[in-house]
C-alpha cells in the first residue's frame, strides 16, 4: 500500500504543478482525503468525518471545505458524495490519476 499511496502523491503533485487552478488549500485537503484512503485500508470510496479531514487539512472555514471539495471534484481528483443528514457518513472516491 504505502508504494502505491506514493505513486499517487507523486502523480497528483505533478497534475497539480501543471494545473493553475490548484491552490495550496487543495493541496492539503487530497492530502488529508488520501491519508484518510490509506487509514481505511485503500478502499475506495471510503468514509470521512468532515471535522477530522478539516482538521488535517488545516480548514477552519466549513465554506472553503466546501468549496475546494467541489473545486477537486470539478478537477477530476475525487468524486464526492456529501452525508445527506448528521447521521449518514460522506463518501469520497479517489479518482485513477495518470500523469
Known sequence: ???????????????AEEDPRVRPGHLGLYMALLT??????????F????????RQAKMSSRSTY????????QFGFIRYLPAQNGL????????????
Open 66 to 73: 466546501n468549496q475546494t471539495m467541489r473545486d477537486l471534484m
Open 1 to 15: 500500500m504505502q508504494v502505491e499511496a506514493a505513486k499517487v502523491v507523486v502523480s497528483f503533485f505533478e497534475l
Open 88 to 99: 449518514s457518513l460522506s463518501y469520497v472516491f479517489l479518482r485513477k490519476l495518470d500523469s
Open 36 to 45: 484518510a484512503c490509506i487509514k481505511a485500508g485503500g478502499a475506495n470510496p
Open 47 to 54: 468514509s470521512i468525518s468532515r471535522s477530522r479531514i478539516m
